[in-house]
């Protein structure tokens, strides 16, 4: 029996110890459910404690009792600006904002960096976040959480980080036309066919000149990233420098580019520019019922 409890205590050094009151432990998420329900004011959280701090009774092995500092203080962690706090006490998402998830393969600690470089958007999108994020539904977002980073879940689950955004809706239908496509037109040399707009344009900047991945890919301000899930102990990291409300100033101007290539589109039948810009009303007219027309 002796070398059973060791190859468990052994096991218990990186397990998650589910805690209900800062003193019982159990490695099952159900045994305290079921411990939990229909008590006002217990909690559920997770964390890694020290072997040291651990004390079994030597009767129920589901049942391990805990003399260590208290959970919260290692629990509750400084994630650089970022407050971590247990996803059973986060209030949730800010309430009429778009929230958008992404499942990462990088550690926590890597979050304070997307928060202050920005995160990446494959440009191969045309400036859509479901090439990368995943929308998600508010009210059951915790749930959600963790069933993203449960090992049964094939999913999706990239690692034990989800980085969450959240973002103003008002801005996701927005589109846009970048400054080099606009000068093409201008001069007579866009593509015939009009060109392709960028989408959600007012909530992408570009990466720096130089920057490996300003040719490929937009950013998307880390001001936009409201939160990240550490699945390992079940915390919430929030950015305390969220602003997921304010278009950004290059989306603006891809916005007024789209706007002029329009009008100059609508403008075009009278001539007055070099080598016409031909208009997109005429291109497609009558094409919705031409099966041959793609």
Known sequence: MRDKILKLARYLKSIKCYDELDHLLTVSRAYAEMHAEGEGGWHIVSADVPLKDIRWAGDDLMEWGYWGLPISDSLEPKLGASECVSIERWDGTPEGFAIFTHSSTRPIETFADMTSD???IARSGLGSLSITFLQDDPKSLAENLRWRVNPENKNYNLGSMVVIAAINPELMGSQGLPDSILDDYKNGDGDPLGPTFIKNVNI???WGEGHSWHDNSWKLPGRFLYAAYNGINDTICIN???DGSRATEYGK??????????SLSE??????LKNNIVSTKDLFEGSEDDFDIF
């Open 267 to 272: 403008s075009s039948s009278s001539g007055d």
């Open 240 to 242: 305390p420098d969220w």
């Open 118 to 120: 920005g995160f990446r």
């Open 204 to 206: 992408l900047e570009e």
């Open 253 to 262: 101007r891809l916005d007024r580019n789209k706007k002029e290539f329009l």
